[in-house]
T-cell receptor, first 110, second 114 residues
């Protein structure tokens, strides 16, 4: 069946460091792919998405490229800020449900 | 109000109590979802309603009872819960559950079962 595998956390970085959070998926066909973010005390919110192979989603300095050949959708940011501290979820949508990764907690230190 | 609103934000209940969680969306969506978020576990989909019809029930114990009176409101009725049911319960909505686009989440109801 469809699945999402996301790197384990927590990830601790200093401000302005480079961030990569790995996500790979298994799916039939070529679904859209999403990254959601959950800030402390809040629900999840969409960070970015890509709807087809080779698409790059971007938002708030974060980027992720839909790589069909490696079935990956890794999240990257060139220079993280303290305000980026949150939990990040890779997600694979389907009919009546989403498949979420386990979430990766990011902590950015000033 | 806009978006997805959940009440109460925090709830403490004993194992013999009966309580309800409420979710309301002001986005004109037709699909609503309940998710359970426990520490160190993946998000668990509990129930899905699409156009007020329940389409998913992921083997959720009967002590959790959902209700969707219309496309804007979703309830989760709780009774005789167990301490392991303590978690953050997230409500979400989307335009149509058959073609899942973006999910919009509420801030969650933090439930503690004593």
């Amino acid at each position: 069946g469809d699945s999402v595998t996301q790197m384990e956390g927590p990830v601790t970085l200093s401000e302005e460091a480079f961030l990569t959070i790995n996500c790979t998926y298994t799916a039939t066909g070529y679904p859209s792919l999403f990254w959601y973010v959950q800030y402390p005390g809040e629900g999840l919110q969409l960070l970015l998405k890509a709807t087809k192979a080779d698409d790059k989603g971007s938002n708030k300095g974060f980027e992720a490229t839909y790589r069909k050949e490696t079935t990956s959708f890794h999240l990257e940011k060139g220079s993280v800020q303290v305000s980026d501290s949150a939990v990040y979820f890779c997600a694979l949508p389907g009919t009546y449900k989403y498949i979420f990764g386990t979430g990766t907690r990011l902590k950015v230190l000033a | 109000e806009t978006g997805v609103t959940q009440t109460p934000r925090h709830l403490v209940m004993g194992m013999t109590n009966k309580k309800s969680l409420k979710c309301e969306q002001h986005l004109g969506h037709n699909a609503m979802y309940w998710y359970k978020q426990s520490a160190k576990k993946p998000l668990e989909l509990m129930f899905v309603y699409n156009f007020k019809e329940q389409t998913e029930n992921n083997s959720v114990p009967s002590r959790f009872s959902p209700e969707c009176p219309n496309s804007s409101h979703l309830f989760l009725h709780l009774h005789t819960l167990q301490p392991e049911d303590s978690a953050l319960y997230l409500c979400a909505s989307s335009q149509d559950g058959r073609d899942t686009g973006e999910l919009f989440f509420g801030e969650g109801s933090r439930l503690t079962v004593l």
